[in-house]
């Protein structure tokens, strides 16, 4: 089956992938309305094209945080992402780096940041998940700091971890619950087999050795679980912007309060996320917050949209109502899952290639002529 969609890719992957890790990727919180309503969202806006207008020459280029990139995309931070294809983490920065885009690397990697750093010659974003133990925190940070990284995602949408269904029902917690029926779904992926489960050691590499019961991925786990901080505050911000030297980024923000408050606290810029519909469920669709943040914030921090991103006509929207750059999640994990870094680097073609097509089609040459006046009020 050739790729031609990103759905394709979700499809290779549901068929690649034991049905709980697909899942895992592929569901979100409670019922899932937030995780639809991305999507739903993102579809329900019309653009509002002008034709004539001489598209001969157009780019896709565009400079975030000073730095310049070939497209508005960076993918976004993913635990796990090395159970889906042998080390994930390294092909998803790979494939990142030849399409000229940032990679953000999560806290709850299976490839460690040392070892991404050596895998890669562009710096990484790392993505900070704030532990009880500030000492372990701070590590973390000094480690991304030595590792080379070029900016601080703070998630701050994770004080406990949502409760996605799914993952309950197939098993996929801490510890897994193994029973018949997972083994033979295990045993039914002799591929996934072979290229995850035979190969390296499967641990939350960054955290493992401060771990005090063990460094297997399940006594990690367990550790971090009752070691994720649910008291942090803006203060734990300004701690990390003092201890930080470099970009410093709020990931999860959902409201304009929230966004001043980011730009209070020291941060350069925000995510607009409500983390691709993982945590709370019945939290508004990242399109439809946008605006506000946009406009209360996008003078003096850099936005970036996540969340339901499938097309790269989806991009262009975020573009149009004041995103400086998409973040996209589950789009690169189904290619990653799918063909790994072959996989990552389809991903990023197929939404660039829709990009292109669309800005032509839009009447737009450039990411800076996407403003709100390309999409018309909602359908
Ligand atoms: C995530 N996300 C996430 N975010 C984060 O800050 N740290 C993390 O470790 C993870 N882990 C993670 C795992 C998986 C499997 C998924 C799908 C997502 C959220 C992620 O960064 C991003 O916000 C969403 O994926 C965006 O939504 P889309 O693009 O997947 O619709």
């Known amino acids: 089956m050739t790729a031609i ?50 598209v001969g020459e157009r780019s896709l280029e565009t400079e975030l945080l000073g730095a310049k990139q070939a497209l508005p995309l960076v993918l976004a931070p993913a635990g796990n992402a090395g159970m889906l294809s042998r080390r994930g983490e390294i092909a998803a920065a790979r494939a990142a780096e ?31 998940y704030v532990m009880r133990d500030r000492g372990l925190t701070r590590s973390l940070v000094e480690r ?4 080379g990284a070029s900016a601080l995602v703070f998630t701050a949408d994770l004080p406990v971890s949502g409760q996605r269904d799914r993952d309950l029902r197939n098993g ?11 083994l033979l779904d295990v045993l039914r992926h002799p591929r996934w087999i072979v290229d995850v489960l035979l190969g390296p050691r499967i641990t939350f590499a960054n955290l ?66 409500n983390h691709g519909g993982r945590q709370l469920d019945g939290a508004p669709s990242t399109i439809s917050v946008l605006p506000a943040i946009a406009d209360a914030v996008g003078d003096r921090l850099t936005v970036i949209f996540d969340g339901g ?17 998409c973040m996209i999640g589950r789009a690169f994990l189904y290619g990653l899952a799918a063909i790994g870094e072959a996989g990552v680097a389809r991903s990023i073609e197929i939404l660039k290639t829709e990009m292109d097509t669309s800005l032509a ?11 709100r006046n390309c999409v018309a009020t909602e359908r």
């Open 98 to 128: 030849k399409a000229g885009i940032p990679f953000c690397l999560s806290t709850m990697s299976i490839v460690s940041m040392e070892d991404v750093a050596a895998g890669t010659s562009r710096p990484f974003w790392f993505q900070l």
């Open 208 to 273: 493992a050795d401060s771990s005090a019961g063990g460094s297997d991925i399940v006594s990690v786990a367990r550790h971090v679980a009752l070691n994720f901080d649910p008291s942090i505050t803006w203060r734990d911000i300004e701690w990390v912007r003092s201890i930080w030297r470099g970009p410093l980024i709020v990931k999860g923000i959902l409201s304009p309060e929230d966004a001043r408050l980011a730009a209070q606290s020291g941060a350069d810029g925000v995510v607009v996320s």
């Open 361 to 371: 089609l839009l009447g737009r040459r450039s990411i800076a002529e996407l403003d």
């Open 144 to 147: 991304a700091q030595a590792a």
């Open 172 to 182: 996929f917690t801490v510890p897994p619950r193994l029973t018949p029926a997972n």
């Open 309 to 325: 991103i499938r097309r790269g006509t989806d991009v262009l929207k975020a573009l149009a109502l004041g995103a400086d750059a």
């Open 5 to 54: 969609t990103i759905e394709d890719l979700r499809e290779l992957a549901r068929r690649r992938l034991p049905r709980a890790l697909f899942d895992y990727v592929d569901g979100g919180a409670h019922d899932e309305t937030t995780l639809e309503a991305n999507r739903e969202d993102l579809r329900r806006i019309a653009f509002r094209p002008r034709v004539l207008v001489d």
